[in-house]
Structure formats: C-alpha cells, structure tokens
C-alpha cells in the first residue's frame, strides 16, 4: 500500500515538474534550443535541396490493378490519364542542424513530399539533392514483423535502416533502455500496443546521429510521457547541430514547439515557408476563419 | 528528473555506424531470411525437422501410389527398385522452384509499407525469398541423403557437381522471383494464375513418371522445360551415377543466366514505378 502511494506521490511529482517544464517552453518557444540557434543553422550549407519539385500522379494507371481491366481500356481507346497534381513548385532548402517542419491539412502533399525526400518516390518535376544519411522513423507494420520479439526486430529494422551488426550489438542495452521495455524483450511484438512499438521505432533511429532525422505522426502514439522524452531527445539532436530534423505533424504545438523553420503546404502548393512562428501564426488563423 | 536513461550521443558516427553499398543489402538479406527460418519454425514441435519430414512423407505416399502405376514403363538408368530416390531427387528440386517463385511473387507487395518508407535495394525481397528457399532446399537434401543411405546408393566422385547444379538452379529461381514480383505488383492476377502455371507445370515434368511413358512430340518438347533439365541433372549426379555432360551444364547454366538476365532486366526497368502501384 505504501509503496503504491509513494509511487503515486512520485508520479504527481514529475508531472507537475513536466507541466512546469511545457508551460515554460510554451511561454517562450525559442528557449527550447540553444541561444540563437536558429540564426546559426542558417548559416550552415543546406543539406536537403528542394528545387522547383512537382510531383504528378496518373489517377487512371493507378486503379488498372487487374489485367481484364487493362485490356478493356486498352481496346476502348481509354487508356488515357487524368493528371492529378499533388505537389506543385515546391522549393525549399534545410540547413544542416535544423529543425525543420512541413504543415499542412489533410491530403496536401506533406507525406508525399517525405516520399520524395526519403527518396522512394521520384518527383515528375524538379529535383531533390540529399547529403546525408536518412533515419525515418519506420512505423508499425512497416519495418517490425509482430510474430518476431522485440530484440530479433530491433536487428530487423537496423539492417533496413542501414546499420552494421556490431553496431546494433554494442547499443542494444541503451536501445531497450530508452524505449523501457527491459521486461519485454523477448516477448513477440504481436503482445505489443502501438505506443510500445512506436518507443523501439524511436530508441532505433535515434540511437545514432543520423544527418537527416524524419518524424512523423508515429510519435503521436506514444504516450505523453515518452512523447516528451522524445521530444527531449530531438532536442538534443538538433542541438548538437549535426542532425538535421525534418518533423511532420497534425499536431500544430509540437511543431511550434520543436521546428525552427516551416514549410506550409496545402493542396499540393507552398502557401509559405519562414520562420516556425510567423507560419504557425498564418497556419493556425486558417483554423479560425 | 524522469529522462535520466536518456541517450548517449555517438560522435563518432559514418564508419562505424553505417553499412553501405552492398554490404548494407547483404546484412538486410541475411536478417530477413533469419527471420523468415525463425518464423517458419516457431511454435512447432519438431522445427526445423520439418524440412526434412516433409519430403521423406511426401515421397513415401507417392511411392505408394505411384510404384504400381509406373510398373508398366521402366527406365534403363536406374534399377526399378529404386524409383522412390527418383521420386525424392524431382519433388525436391521442383519444390524449390515453387517456394521461390511462389513467395517471392508477392515479396514485393507485402514489403509496400517499409518500401514506401525507406529507401533501400528493392531487388533484395524478391532475391531473399529465393536464398530463403535454398536455405530449405539444403534441409530438404538430408532426406535425400536418408533415402539414399537408406537404398544403399554410393557417394561418387559426380557429387562435385553439386555446387553447380545449386547454382544454376538459384540463378534461375532468381531471376523467375524477380520478374514475377515485378508482374505481380502491376497485374495481380498473376499470383492467381501463378498456382494454375505451378500445377500445370508439375504435371509437364517427369518428376513422378518416366518421360518414356510421355508421347513422342510431349519428349520432344521436355528439351525445352528447363525443370526437367534441372531435374535430369541432379538426378544423373545422385541416381544415375553418371557425370553430367558439358551440353548438360551449358543448358543448365543457360537457362539460368537467361532468367536471371530477364528478371534483372524487366525489375529494374519498372522498379522505379512500384511506389504508384503498392
């Protein structure tokens, strides 16, 4: 019963002094880096080049999945496409340790954009030039298989990351440490919620400093503790002016909180790029109107 | 304070964090075929036995069955007592052809999410899926040990041609893995028609008949399925005890090539094209 209690007082404890901690970010968003931190990024030489980059999808090829359907069309005379344009003109440039973020409503482009970055998706106009590695944060389902445990999938997503064995041998300990799931190493992933998973994701790609670090909404699944935690860690990151953060959310706060820079993108068009407040600011009085 | 587990950051980064280039696809191919073995495996009593049992219980009831059916033709490379070694030599073989085939067709499909994600060598799935079947085909060869122990058939000198025979043979599964997951992801009813071809395709080969039972033009015609080439020549290494001709290997070897260079080709013409269609 004690021990109960006390935990509790524990908990209370820290997330009163987290609370303080957000309030005191909200209140000035700048003090989360380093003085000044902002300004010295910009001066850095851009490690991910957007150039005029258009992306545009044939609506049409995309549904022909069978081959009826495709002799069908093809003898109707219907093959014929109806272009959609997801990006369009989209230009921008990150600098090496910056924290850059990419807004947007629904459908816009944003995750397309990442496609084009990550470099799976090849854009139809423009060009992208990357130096560096990239560390996406790979999501459920994607690069864990559930029947696996949680230690065979962290050599899993390793190796698809691109790290070496003896890498992943020598920081195995801090990884299981990180997302805090020591008691739950041999357990198959299947038995996992999508917050424990979503820790290991992050532990992984994190764990190293890779040049490009790209977030998405998987952090939204963890809980606000780990949340914080990873916050914490980007931070850290970012600070260290080696990583590059390419961060993309629904969640308006966390960017603010995190980003030096925003690119806003809606329905496939740069509606403006500037500095995290001015674009929040614009980007929130759309919520309101 | 709650973060005091926090990370430790690694300065010295590149070298040795990273693998590049091939190594990088070599390490993502070595853990995706652990973990298709372990979760083969998992939960099953037996294990890995299971690569060797299946077989040997496979060859067992079509010896049964088909001993009697066959009792008319007769094959005057092997003595008749035998025929349940020629039965294990072609369900084995073919049955490698099969899981590659088979699973590397949709390899490429079922990667869609980490495909979408990550840039990394997408030739790696469908080429894992055959190594995969290797790894099995390999399990599956101790059967045909036992068996052959078993018949009391000797090892002989033939047995260096292995190696070429597994060669051949995973260069052809490669490269058939490779055009059919790029098929599949454009046209899925390939996989639907693939099973159809698989039948058909058993039943065109001399795995459990003699080929002097098939008619003349159907002979003819077995010069050109590269199974019953492939088939042929591990049989003649293991069963018929003689050393596989030249014109053998430059078929085999052919063969193989010539599906390896095609599946290569068409992959890489239309690997850029996947993302729109997975």
Known sequence: MELIKKNKAENTNETSETNADKSKVNKKPMSFYEEGHAEKVQSEPSIIDVNNVG?????????????????????????????????????FQVHKGEAFGLVGTN???????????????????????????????????????MELTAKENIYLNGALLGYKKEFIDEHLQEIIDFAELQDFMEMPLKNYSSGMVARIAFAIATITEPDILIVDETLSVGDFLFQEKCE?????????????????????????????????????????????????????????? | MAFKKGLTTHK?????????????????????VTKDFK???????????????????????MAIVFTHMMRGGSSDKFPAILFPVYLI????????????????????????????????????????????????????????????????????????????????????????????????????????????????????????YYPSLLPDWLQNLEKFNPMYQFIEYFRSILLYQTTP??????????????????????????????????
Request: proline share 3%; charged share 15%.
């Open chain 1, 55 to 91: 992306v545009v999808f044939n609506i049409a090829s995309e549904q022909l999945n069978s081959l009826k359907e495709y002799f069908i069309s093809l003898m109707h005379h219907e093959l014929y496409f109806k272009p959609f344009n997801a990006l369009k003109n989209i230009n």
């Open chain 1, 107 to 145: 459908g816009s482009g944003k995750s397309t954009m990442l496609k084009c970055i990550a470099g799976v998706l090849e854009p139809s106009q423009g060009t992208i030039k990357v130096n560096g590695s990239i560390a996406p944060l790979i999501e459920l389902g994607a690069g864990f298989d």
């Open chain 1, 232 to 289: 914490k860690r980007i931070q850290e990151l970012v600070n260290s002016n080696n990583v590059t953060v390419l961060l993309v959310s629904h969640s308006i706060d966390l960017v603010e909180r995190i980003c030096d820079r925003i690119c806003w993108i809606e329905k496939g068009e740069q509606r403006m790029l500037g500095p995290c407040q001015e674009v929040c600011d614009a980007y929130k009085s759309l919520q309101t109107s």
């Open chain 2, 12 to 32: 010295s980064v590149s070298s040795s964090t990273w693998n590049t280039g091939v190594k990088r696809d070599w390490f993502i191919l070595k853990e995706l």
């Open chain 2, 39 to 61: 979760l083969k495996y998992r939960r099953s009593i037996l294990g890995v036995a299971w690569s060797v049992l299946n077989p040997l219980l496979m060859m067992i009831v």
């Open chain 2, 89 to 208: 030599i072609g369900n084995v073989t073919f049955a490698f052809m099969n899981d590659s085939t088979s699973q590397g067709m949709t390899s490429i499909i079922s990667a869609a999410p980490l495909l979408k994600k990550v840039k990394i060598e997408r030739a790696v799935f469908p080429v894992e899926k055959a190594v995969f079947a290797l790894v099995n085909f390999a399990f599956s060869c101790i059967a045909i040990v036992i068996v052959m122990i078993f018949f009391q058939v000797p090892p002989t000198l033939n047995f260096i041609f292995i190696p070429f025979f597994l060669l051949y043979l995973t260069l052809f599964c490669i490269g058939l893995s490779l055009f059919l997951s790029t098929l599949a992801v454009f046209f899925r009813d390939i996989i639907h028609l693939w099973s159809v071809v698989i039948i058909a395709w058993t039943y065109l080969t001399p795995i459990f």
């Open chain 2, 245 to 278: 001709s030249l014109k053998a290997n430059l078929i085999c070897l052919a063969c193989g090539l010539a599906s390896l260079g095609i599946g290569y080709l068409v992959f890489k013409k239309n690997e850029r094209k996947f993302i729109l269609f997975i």
